[in-house]
């Protein structure tokens, strides 16, 4: 009965996905945590896989539901750190100097990026943290207008708690259907995908548009 928590769903996963579970049933919460902060630094591993499973296994017994929600909420405000320390260290001025060289940018551009993060970057930073990709895209414009440090990561372990502890919460309480929850999150991510692609199209015909005038 007591052999492997996530064991039984292994085999049906495979990839990063597989990685992630392997993780967990060697370290436990620390190692959905570690496999948290990685799914910020490369948003292509599926936390709505890993947070499931963490809170099955949480079901389980193999960790606790505190320290499932506990050590995920501590891998993501890792992760963005390390994000915020990229776009810190990189820096404006260099930043601009690319926006220049870029087709279809300009410091322009940039500078009204930066306006506009500059008035609604606490918000963006918080309610990020529950959007797929953004949530570690964000990090980085944060960094690069040196948002202060204790506030950045206030809104990130606030926001990043608020969805793992959702995404968790299900797989907890499905137990063995936490699939379900895979589900639920990935028709949410399509819909983001979606809007940011159409959004992305939308400023590349305007941007042809103004430099053909």
């Known amino acids: 009965m007591e052999t492997t928590a996530v064991a039984s769903t292994s085999p049906e996963i ?39 499973l963490a809170g099955f296994a949480a079901a389980r017994g193999d960790m606790t539901l505190f320290e499932a929600i506990a050590w995920t909420t501590a891998g993501s405000v890792v992760g963005a750190l390390l994000l915020y320390l990229v776009g810190a260290t990189f820096g404006r001025d260099r930043l601009y100097r690319l926006a220049e060289r870029l087709p279809l940018s300009s410091a322009d551009d940039l500078a009204t990026s930066e306006a506009w993060f500059h008035r609604h970057g606490s918000k963006a930073v918080l309610f990020g943290r529950m959007i797929p990709v953004v949530r570690s895209l964000v990090s980085v414009p944060a960094g690069l207008q040196r948002m202060p440090i204790i506030r950045f990561v206030t809104l990130t372990a606030v926001g990043s708690a608020t969805w793992n502890s959702l995404l968790v919460l299900a797989g907890y309480h499905l137990g063995g259907q936490w699939e379900a929850v895979s589900g639920w999150a990935s028709r949410y991510q399509l819909v983001v995908f979606t809007a940011v692609g159409v959004g992305i199209a939308v400023w590349l015909v305007r941007r042809m548009r103004a430099r053909s005038a």
């Open 14 to 52: 495979g990839g990063v996905a597989g990685w992630a579970v392997a993780l967990m049933e060697r370290l436990g919460g620390v190692g959905a945590g570690v496999a948290i902060a990685a799914e910020n630094l490369f948003p292509p591993i599926p936390s709505e896989i890993i947070l499931p």
